[in-house]
């Protein structure tokens, strides 16, 4: 997800925090009751220069850093 205007990191975290709540609703498939979760990396754009395929890396990485503390949380590329 691509956000525009001015997003600092608290922003940011609350737009994941909400995507990881929402993710976490369980939902009925098939007669069974299944819920899952979701890892958020997270990179701003701090210098206007910044190329997006630069922001997408940080993001992966911050996504891959996530991942491996558990999951279901979000980090933010530093």
Same mark, same amino acid.
């Given at each position: 997800?691509?956000?525009?205007?001015?997003?600092?990191? &608290?922003? +940011? +975290?609350?737009? #994941?925090?909400?995507? &990881?709540? &929402?993710?976490? +609703?369980?939902?009925?498939?098939?007669? !069974?009751?299944? *819920?899952?979760? /979701?890892?958020?990396?997270? #990179?701003?754009?701090?210098?206007? #220069?910044?190329?997006? /395929?630069? !922001?997408?890396?940080?993001?992966? #990485? /911050? !996504?891959?850093? /996530?991942?491996? *503390?558990?999951?279901?949380?979000?980090?933010?590329? &530093?």
């Amino acid at each position: 997800m691509i956000l525009e205007g001015p997003i600092d990191v &608290a922003n +940011a +975290a609350g737009v #994941a925090r909400k995507i &990881a709540e &929402a993710m976490r +609703a369980p939902f009925i498939l098939d007669g !069974l009751t299944l *819920a899952i979760t /979701a890892s958020v990396g997270i #990179a701003i754009a701090d210098d206007p #220069a910044t190329l997006p /395929a630069q !922001l997408f890396a940080r993001a992966d #990485a /911050a !996504l891959y850093r /996530a991942k491996s *503390a558990g999951r279901d949380t979000f980090v933010v590329h &530093a």
